[in-house]
């Protein structure tokens, strides 16, 4: 499995990139909001990447952050959500707004993406609003994914990122992980706080995601 790529940029087109690694080029197919953030050809960039193995092909998916490539596994085990689909929704809303889509089960604003209709959309919002609070989780520790120059002219190889290390459950870090995902989608810092509070203090050895979801049932509109 090849999870990261650093290197430099060889050419673009419409919806990929050929990122030289020493000499070794690979294709690198991304959304269009991602495309649009990468630097020049010649430039340094750094991408994780999900591999797709078919019979007939192999391909090479790139993202600046880990929460959008997790985001973009997590999507595509939705029944007709394939990777052009989870690219297409990622490049219309972002990580973050496919956070809060979920979250507010707001199937319409997943349906605006290219090329995915309502029932599409209508699955992934039900079929992720369990999962999603994992990935939720790691907005406020997903680290992108840099390349000063230095490290790609370097004959060392490229360490790809560790993933930050499991939190304690029902850990002062885990309500503010969990408050901090919260606010990412936009709740007000004063609701999701309370929110997160009533959450763990009805259940104190909750984890980031189980506090995320216990604190969106509380946040949900009543009636």
């Known amino acids: 499995m090849i999870g990261k790529i650093s290197g430099r940029i060889d050419y673009r087109a419409d919806d990929h990139v050929l990122i030289d690694v020493k000499g070794v080029g690979y294709l690198v197919y991304c959304s269009d909001r991602v495309l649009a953030s990468l630097p020049g050809v010649g430039e340094a960039v750094a991408l994780y990447t999900d591999l797709l193995v078919r019979e007939d092909v192999l391909q090479l998916f790139g ?7 997790e985001w973009h596994r997590l999507l595509m085990t939705v029944q007709g959500v394939g990777a052009k689909a989870s690219l297409a929704i990622l490049g219309a809303l972002g990580p973050e707004g496919v956070s809060r889509a979920i979250a507010l089960g707001d199937w319409n604003a997943v349906k605006a993406a290219k090329g995915i209709g309502p029932k599409t959309a209508q699955r992934v919002v039900i079929e ?60 007000a810092p004063g609701e999701a706080a309370s929110a997160v509070a009533e959450a763990a203090g009805a259940t104190p050895e909750a984890d980031t995601p189980a506090l995320i979801r216990a604190a969106l049932r509380l946040l949900a509109p009543k009636g």
């Open 128 to 187: 992720l609003k369990d999962k999603a609070p994992a990935v939720m989780a790691m907005s406020g520790r997903g680290a992108a994914a840099s390349a000063p120059d230095a490290v790609i002219d370097d004959a060392d190889p490229v360490a790809t990122p560790r993933p930050a290390p499991a939190r304690a459950q029902g850990s002062g870090a885990a309500q503010a992980e969990a408050l901090s995902a919260l606010t990412n989608l936009g709740y």
């Open 63 to 69: 993202f600046p952050t880990l929460v959008e490539k």
